[in-house]
């Protein structure tokens, strides 16, 4: 069955081409508001996040206490896939919403864990020190963040822990050039 085209298709002749202008269906869906009703759903969105910006400490500061129980389980048990797994989920939490609720710097940090515990080939093999100074690194960015100075101090901080994880990384998986790529990357986290 064939269609058959719309009849208020407009052609327009000119000597040397036509123009053809088709209804546009969706002008029926539009309502249009008064001057003073028009809405900013940035504006009320912006609102709703004021609204909840006494929940932002503490979401971050469950976040942090959640890190830092995976952290003590995996010093107390010894590595295994609950505590890993864990381990991962509460910093892949932090690195998804720290930026969000105002703590990017945090997010940077939370990312750099979650690289060495997705791209280590043995995570029992990295070194303990590299791991603890990542989560007590998300935890000081979290504590001292209200600190005018730490800004600058947390931002140097979690490229420094960025550049350590990467050469660990590179180190780790020289034999798995598969991973050298995903390894080299830059970060997914937005700048601050």
Wanted: aromatic share 6%; hydrophobic share 45%; proline share 6%.
């Amino acid at each position: 069955m064939a269609r058959k085209p719309p009849t208020d298709v407009k052609v327009d002749t000119f000597a040397d081409h036509q123009v053809i202008s088709q209804p546009n269906p969706l002008r029926k869906m539009v309502r249009y508001a008064e001057e003073n009703e028009i809405d900013d759903p940035v504006a009320r969105a912006e609102q709703a996040l004021a609204g909840l910006a006494g929940e932002f400490n503490n979401w971050m500061q469950v976040e942090c206490e959640r890190l830092s129980a995976a952290y003590a389980a995996i010093q107390r048990d010894g590595l295994n896939g609950q505590n890993h797994e864990e381990l991962f989920r509460a910093a892949h939490d932090i690195k998804g919403g720290a930026a969000t609720f105002g703590y990017p710097t945090a997010a940077a940090a939370a990312e750099s864990l979650c690289r060495i515990i997705e791209h280590a080939p043995d995570l029992a093999k990295v070194p303990g020190e590299l791991v603890l100074h990542h989560v007590n690194a998300i935890l000081a960015i979290f504590r001292e963040q209200s600190r005018i100075d730490a800004l600058g101090m947390a931002d140097e901080l979690s490229k420094r822990l960025r550049g350590v994880a990467d050469e660990f990384l590179i180190h780790a998986n020289r034999d798995r050039p598969e991973h050298l790529e995903a390894v080299l990357a830059p970060s997914i986290v937005p700048e601050n």
